[in-house]
């Protein structure tokens, strides 16, 4: 995976981590007083301008290139979430609030072009495989093409095909 698809990713999962304190909260509101309310509103508020400040690095990151409009959008969801009052006592405004800052940002970060380049990866355990995988699929807008050599079941998004091979012959 090359470095810009690499920081991608690492932004995406950046941004789920920003988010996690206050979707906790839309998930589980009877769990939640005001006070653990107000501490994750703060938590978001304090985090967010860090993750601001990586988007814009990774939007004039690329020499020669400044992706303005990408930048904006991504600065517009950043800027909602922390000037808006998450404290609210309503589980579904949150969460719609949530989603639609999380898209807003994602959305953005994903209209950045980064190289497709083909490449070989391997894992060798399980887990490793996971980590790979998690990655590419949280990053693929179009298509992906996955080439296994063994077979195994799996559900797999619309947008990733699977060609097993089975000896010379590959099916999907």
Not at 28 to 43: G, I, L, N, W, Y
Request: glycine fraction near 2%; hydrophobic fraction near 35%.
């Amino acid at each position: 995976m090359n470095e810009r698809k690499k920081q991608q990713v690492d932004l995406i999962f950046k941004l789920g981590l920003l988010l996690a304190p206050l979707r906790e909260i839309a998930d589980h509101p009877e769990k939640h007083d005001a006070t653990s309310r107000s501490r994750a509103q703060a938590k978001v508020v304090a985090d967010a301008p860090r993750l601001e400040m990586e988007l814009n690095k990774f939007a004039t990151g690329e020499p020669g290139h400044k992706y303005q409009s990408e930048w904006m959008q991504c600065h517009k969801g950043t800027h909602f979430l922390q000037n808006h009052d998450f404290r609210q006592d309503n589980p579904e405004i949150l969460s719609d609030l949530l989603d639609k800052s999380y898209n807003l940002i994602r959305d953005a970060l994903m209209s950045i072009p980064v190289p497709d380049i083909a490449s070989i990866l391997r894992a060798y355990t399980p887990f490793s495989t996971y980590c790979v995988l998690k990655d590419l699929f949280q990053t693929t807008t179009q298509k992906l093409v996955l080439c296994k050599v063994n077979s195994f079941n799996w559900e797999n998004p619309a947008n990733i095909v699977l060609v097993r091979f089975y000896g010379e012959s590959a099916t999907h």
